[in-house]
């Protein structure tokens, strides 16, 4: 079976970000509303945490270390 090369982690890892983001978004602005999301940021942070343990081990150990640093880097921002 191929291993994720850091083009492809790079490529997913954003993918996990961008949903994260905009789940956060939604649970915001549904407060904001008066109204609760069936499924919370907090459950999908953790799903997302899931799917990257999995995700690690089939990626390359280069791929790893690419997406721990660019995790790394996106947590500054948030």
Same mark, same amino acid.
């Given at each position: 079976m /191929? /291993?994720?090369n850091v083009k492809d982690r790079v490529f997913l890892d954003?993918? %996990?970000n961008s949903f994260l983001?905009?789940?956060?978004?939604f649970e915001e602005e549904s407060e904001l509303l008066g109204k609760?999301? %069936? %499924?919370?940021?907090e459950y999908w942070k953790m799903m997302a945490k899931d799917?990257?343990? /999995?995700?690690e081990a089939f990626s390359t150990q280069k791929a790893n270390?690419?997406?721990k640093m660019y995790n790394e880097e996106i947590k500054q921002y948030e």
């Open positions: /191929k /291993k994720f954003e993918a %996990i983001r905009e789940s956060k978004r609760r999301p %069936i %499924i919370t940021y799917v990257q343990d /999995k995700l270390r690419q997406s």
